[in-house]
């Protein structure tokens, strides 16, 4: 099994939420974390710094760690507003391209789900920015209809990644689908909008979707990680990612990107479509 390690790109400042009801949610979240005592004191006031700070991502930090560990890092950014995403198009386009230019794999994070001209429009949006020849998708909030992954294939998305399930990649049209296994917040929030596991909880609810995804012989395990959690505000995200990471590296799991994925599996798929003859006499 290989892990495909990917982040999310849900926030970049603090005031681009003077719109939206992120802010109040945020301060709400911070307050009940810290009643309930699974954030401390010091973590709490960190939170509150951000906001003179002005910044909600942790990009450059996690390309950083991730270069440490020879993971290929991959980032999902939006070019479209729409629950609780709220950063600029100019933001996006800035780290699209700068990403690009230190050739890290980047997608698009959707928003437009149930048209296929609104799809496509944000499709044409991202490449517009982008350098990559070819790029993938997954949905915020993980949105999606009957009709939605058929509107990625036309669009002409070389993969998709917004489906939870334990089954391994398979294709619709000419696109890759890309099951997912593992997300920080299914396993730190559980079914609430606040942190409700403390670090412990969160490595045997990891631990036992690692196990199932064996079970079910997986070729590719993928985990979700959002860049704004990799920060000491985030105790608890931050040292549950480096554990995770630290287990893959500890049990010789390979990290490899979707496209590296992608390779592999169409070799082994050409293999099977056309194998060697051997001709005996």
């Avoid at 690692?210 to 995200?237: A, C, M, P």
Wanted: charged share 25%; with cysteine.
């Amino acid at each position: 099994m290989k892990a495909i390690i990917s982040h999310d790109v849900d926030h970049l400042t603090v005031w681009e939420h003077t719109h939206d009801l992120i802010l109040p949610k945020f301060i709400i979240r911070a307050n009940i974390e810290l009643a309930l005592g699974k954030i401390s004191v010091k973590e709490y006031f960190l939170r509150l710094s951000d906001f003179f700070k002005n910044k909600w991502q942790h990009i450059d930090e996690i390309i950083e760690f991730n270069n440490s560990y020879n993971i290929p890092s991959s980032f999902f950014i939006g070019v479209n507003n729409g629950l609780g995403l709220s950063y600029s198009a100019a933001n996006a386009a800035y780290w699209i391209e700068k990403l690009g230019k230190q050739n890290i794999e980047t997608g698009i994070h959707g928003i437009d789900f149930d048209s296929f001209e609104k799809v496509k429009k944000e499709f044409d949006l991202f490449k517009k920015s982008s350098t990559q020849p070819s790029f993938g998708i997954r949905m915020h909030y993980l949105q999606k209809n009957e009709n939605t992954f058929g509107y990625f294939d036309k669009c002409g998305y070389k993969y998709d990644c917004s489906e939870f399930a334990f089954k391994n990649p398979y294709k619709i049209g000419d696109m890759w689908e890309f099951p997912f296994q593992i997300m920080d917040g299914w396993v730190i929030d559980k079914e609430k909008r606040w942190q409700t596991q403390n670090l412990q909880q969160a490595k045997d609810s990891t631990m036992y979707l690692i196990d199932k995804s064996y079970k079910e012989n997986l070729q590719y395990l993928g985990v979700i990680f959002h860049d704004r959690y990799f920060s000491d505000s985030f105790k608890t995200w931050k040292n549950w990612y480096i554990w995770l990471v630290e287990y893959f590296k500890n049990n010789n799991i390979e990290f490899v990107n979707y496209h590296k994925a992608i390779d592999q599996l169409e070799s082994v798929n050409n293999e099977i479509a056309h194998p060697d003859t051997i001709f005996s006499s």
